[in-house]
């Protein structure tokens, strides 16, 4: 049988030969320094890999046949899918083998995982949204959506919600993953929708990922108008996708924000702290704050820094020291870490906006024309990089610790009552996370 998707070129590679490596062969380098020689040539090499697209995906796995695959569930599944989420986070991927109808969605073990809200640290930014969502398990039934970009948190909350409707509808929950959800109904429409009337509560993650099946979406929103007696909580990831929805056709998108759409806004610098430091507790590793700070500032996503750990915790197992900031600067590398964002950057982002220079708006001076474009740089450090408000004072040349809280709060105010200023700090909170800034020094 022709594999659904065409396989990349090569089998594995043997080691880093550049820091620009596509994301097959970043997960082909973690699989390797994992395996031992005897897994390599037992079930690895066998294995073809293929991605439909290298940013979205879904990964397909092909096998030689159905009993190759039997046989690999015992001995290489748990390790090939630990791997797998720690490279490519939430990408959705698949088994498949000759004479298989449709893919076999990748195992995913919820009974293992004790995510509650006490777990969630939601900072200042998404407390209320995080109090809204779970006040509203304990109100009447109806559809819930929760959106946010990548790493935001969204499948967390729906593992918490799920293990606490599961104790008030005593087991007739069902959670899916979004590609779980499309292979239900792939393989037949009619079993699908008995098990979804049996339930008093569906959840369902990732559901952007009916984009591509414009079917499925007319018989969810059909669903949807038949059960109001029934909740139905998704997540809807928001930073590849349109933010009008747009991915999902109108039936469903607007069915899906008729009753409660929250949105999770990205963790600050105290948040991602905050979860890099209980994440290295969880996972054994030494308390060290510098090293913790160092990834909390790097990684913006909190899913990329769990990817990142997982390779500092088999470094540590192997050589029993953290490793250094040289070293995890090379394993950021070697993982396609994004460009940092830091003040420098933020700087030449407001410049480039105003018409002055990076310089100029740290200087010291009382120039009128530099007054806002300076008070919204100092803005976009405490939102986007959480520095305080000293350190932000020493950057833009040595103003007190009050001047810059009444700059940050002076353009918290413009940016709700002020339209123009609020779509203004949005195309720069933007350029400044994407690394846009076109010219300035």
């Not at 009993?67 to 899918?81: K, N, P, V």
């Not at 339930?199 to 018989?219: F, G, K, M, R, W």
């Not at 059960?227 to 930073?239: E, L, Q």
Request: net charge neutral; with cysteine.
């Amino acid at each position: 049988m022709r594999p659904m998707f065409q396989p990349l070129t090569g089998t594995y590679i043997e080691s880093c030969r550049s820091p620009l490596l596509s994301p097959l062969d970043r997960l082909k380098e973690q699989l390797l320094s994992r395996l031992s020689e005897e897994q390599k040539n037992s079930w690895f090499q066998h294995l073809s890999f293929s991605l439909l697209n290298e940013e979205k995906g879904p990964l397909v796995v092909t096998f030689p046949h159905e009993l190759f695959f039997r046989w690999y569930s015992d001995a290489g599944r748990s390790l090939l899918e630990k791997s797998i989420r720690s490279i490519l986070g939430d990408m959705p991927f698949f088994y498949e083998w000759p004479g298989r109808q449709a893919p076999l969605p990748a195992l995913e073990n919820r009974s293992s995982l004790q995510n509650s809200f006490e777990d969630f640290i939601p900072g200042g930014k998404n407390r209320e949204v995080v109090n809204m969502f779970r006040s509203s398990l304990h109100g009447k039934p109806g559809i819930i959506l929760l959106q946010g970009d990548s790493g935001t948190g969204k499948s967390h909350l729906l593992l918490a919600a799920f293990s606490l409707l599961q104790e008030t509808f005593q087991g007739k929950v069902c959670f899916f993953s979004g590609s779980e959800f499309i292979s239900l109904f792939l393989s037949s429409y009619e079993a699908t929708h008995k098990t979804l009337m049996d339930c008093s509560a569906i959840l369902v993650d990732d559901i952007h990922l009916l984009e591509y099946h414009p079917h499925i979406q007319n018989v969810l929103a059909a669903f949807l108008d038949d059960r109001k007696d029934t909740f139905f909580i998704s997540s809807y990831r928001t930073d590849e996708y349109d933010k009008t929805g747009q991915k999902l056709q109108p039936m469903l998108y607007d069915r899906l924000c008729s009753r409660l759409s929250l949105k999770l806004e990205e963790p600050d610098l105290d948040v991602r702290l905050r979860f890099t430091q209980v994440c290295m507790e969880r996972m054994g590793l030494p308390e060290n704050r510098s090293s913790a700070l160092f990834l909390a500032r790097r990684c913006l996503r909190l899913r990329h820094i769990k990817g990142i750990l997982e390779q500092v915790l088999h470094r540590y197992e192997q050589y029993h020291i953290l490793p250094s900031v040289n070293d995890m600067n090379d394993l950021l590398s070697r993982a396609g870490a994004p460009r940092t964002v830091d003040s420098e950057s933020i700087l030449a982002v407001v410049a480039s906006r105003y018409g002055c220079t990076s310089t100029e708006l740290r200087e010291n001076t009382k120039d009128r024309r530099l007054v806002l474009p300076r008070q919204i740089a100092m803005y976009l450090c405490r939102d986007i990089l959480g520095e305080s408000y000293p350190s932000i004072g020493i950057l833009f040349g040595g103003k007190d610790h009050s001047t810059v809280m009444h700059a940050v709060r002076k353009i918290e105010k413009l940016k709700v009552t002020n339209k123009d200023m609020n779509i203004q700090l949005t195309e720069l909170t933007k350029q400044c996370r994407n690394g846009l800034a076109k010219g300035d020094s």
